[in-house]
């Protein structure tokens, strides 16, 4: 199975911050690489699918990046709406794994 | 309104079964591979099942091999997974989400969960 890290497994940051998580894949997988928003209660939801494609609907504060192993999400502005916490998923072969997930809280 | 919607949930002794099932709206659901994840609460979101459009074609995670089955019946628009030999590990809210195939620019196909339900909860205990 293809294991997912992600880094940091928390921050604390403030709205209108810039923010970059870090995701990386044990092997390389090239462009596959989907990141997901969960706020707390709540189902997660699509952000970016293809490294650095950005779903329908979702603010273009959000973007994507990287292949092969190392991925980022930058959030260029951080709003209320963004404190949640943030996981990376590999749709590169089954399983489909997911990265541990990063919490984004109010500093 | 485009919408999964869970149901099945609840409490069961270990050893026990439970079937879930998923409901979808708003969409041709037959055109959709559907995905079963699992999260217990507090920690990270698990892959555990996944199914082929037509039904013909299924995946599990190595947890539950054996003991889940996901199935699915597409006139009534419905996923299903059965799940035997539940255990405490099996605890967990249980999302069913669908899976949309992209682009991109090299024309290469990828995928996505891009939608989900709001989950059902399963609780296995004495």
């Known amino acids: 199975d293809i294991q997912m890290t992600q880094s940091p497994s928390s921050l604390s940051a403030s709205v209108g911050d810039r923010v970059t998580i870090t995701c990386r894949a044990s092997q390389s997988i090239s462009s596959y690489l989907n990141w997901y928003q969960q706020r707390p209660g709540k189902a997660p939801k699509l952000l970016i699918y293809a490294a650095s494609s950005l779903q329908s609907g979702v603010p273009s504060r959000f973007s994507g990046s990287g292949s092969g192993t190392d991925f980022t999400l930058t959030i260029s502005s951080l709003q209320p709406d963004d404190f949640a916490t943030y996981y990376c998923?590999?749709?590169?072969?089954?399983?489909?794994?997911f990265g541990p997930g990063t919490k984004v809280d109010l500093q | 309104e485009v919408q999964l919607v869970e149901s099945g949930g609840g409490l069961v002794q270990p050893g026990g079964s439970l079937r879930l099932s998923c409901v979808a709206s708003g969409f041709t659901f037959s055109t959709y591979w559907m995905h079963w994840v699992r999260q217990v609460p507090g920690k990270g979101l698990v892959w555990v099942s996944s199914i082929n459009s037509d039904g013909t074609s299924t995946d599990y995670a190595d947890s539950v091999k054996g003991r889940f089955t996901i199935s699915r019946d597409n006139a009534k628009n419905t996923l299903y997974v059965q799940m035997n030999s539940l255990r405490a590990g099996d605890t967990a809210v249980y999302y069913c989400?669908?899976?949309?195939?992209?682009?991109?620019?090299?024309?290469?196909?990828?995928?996505?969960?891009?939608?989900w339900g709001q989950g059902t909860m399963v609780t296995v205990s004495s």
């Open positions: 998923q590999q749709s590169y072969t089954t399983p489909r794994t």
């Open positions: 989400a669908r899976d949309s195939f992209y682009y991109d620019s090299d024309g290469y196909q990828h995928d996505a969960f891009d939608m």
